[in-house]
Every structure is written in structure tokens, then in C-alpha cells.
């Protein structure tokens, strides 16, 4: 009767996940986990672009047009990394150019988005 009970396994499965013990390692789990969200978000994203481009005629297999794309894609990477507190070495690009982008829609130059409605916070830089 007992040849057909199944014994568990008495070592822990190797794959088994650890949770965090510490503060730092949570914070550390946090940050993993939204640099992975980011990369798959924009991951995505660029996939899905390049292929629509790519179908609507755009040059993407150009190479100057392909690294431009991949710069922007790359700048918003650092944008998404920014706001949940995770470094990037190309947002530096963003925080010194945001006294042009301020210029050119001043100007008029460019339009990004109208607040007609305040719905921005005013933040003094």
C-alpha cells in the first residue's frame, strides 16, 4: 500500500525565488523589477514602431534613420528609468536640453502639449 505514495523532494527546488531580508534588497527588488517593466515596455514598443514605419514605407533599414530611432527610444528609456528612480547614462541629454525645449515651445516653434486645464502641477526647477 505504500508503493504508491509520492515522497516529496527533501532539498528546496534551486529555482525557488528568495525574498528580500533587508530594506536595501527590497528597494534593490523594487528598482530590478520596474528597470524590467521599462525594458519590456519600450522594448515593445520600438519593435512595434519599427515594424509599422518599416511598412508604411520609412527608411528604418537606413542606417543613420535606424540609430536616430533607436536614440529616441533610448531617451525615453531614460525618461521611464528617471521616474522610478533607476539611473540611465543618456538622461543626462534630457536634463541639458530642457532650458531649448522650453525655448522652442515658447517660441512656438513647437507645440507639446496645451494645459488649458492645469492639470500639471507648477514645479519650480
Known amino acids: 500500500m505504500s508503493d504508491n505514495v509520492i515522497k516529496f523532494p527533501k532539498v528546496s527546488v534551486a529555482n525557488k525565488p528568495t525574498l528580500?531580508?533587508?530594506e536595501e534588497e527590497l528597494f534593490k527588488s523594487i528598482s530590478l523589477n520596474r528597470m524590467m517593466l521599462v525594458d519590456e515596455l519600450?522594448?515593445?514598443f520600438l519593435t512595434d514602431t519599427?515594424?509599422?514605419l518599416f511598412f508604411q514605407g520609412f527608411p528604418i533599414e537606413n542606417k543613420d534613420?535606424?540609430?536616430?530611432f533607436?536614440?529616441?527610444g533610448e531617451l525615453m528609456r531614460s525618461m521611464l528609468y528617471n521616474s522610478v528612480d533607476v539611473e540611465h547614462?543618456?538622461?543626462e541629454i534630457l536634463e541639458k536640453?530642457?532650458?531649448r525645449l522650453k525655448d522652442l515651445t515658447d517660441s512656438g516653434d513647437i507645440?507639446?502639449?496645451k494645459d488649458d486645464e492645469n492639470i500639471f502641477e507648477d514645479e519650480e526647477d
Do not use: G, H, L, W
Request: proline share 8%; hydrophobic share 45%.
Open 111 to 113: 507645440v507639446i502639449m
Open 20 to 22: 528580500p531580508r533587508t
Open 50 to 52: 519599427a515594424s509599422k
Open 65 to 68: 534613420f535606424f540609430q536616430e
Open 70 to 72: 533607436v536614440f529616441v
Open 97 to 99: 536640453n530642457k532650458e
Open 42 to 44: 519600450i522594448d515593445t
Open 89 to 91: 547614462p543618456m538622461y
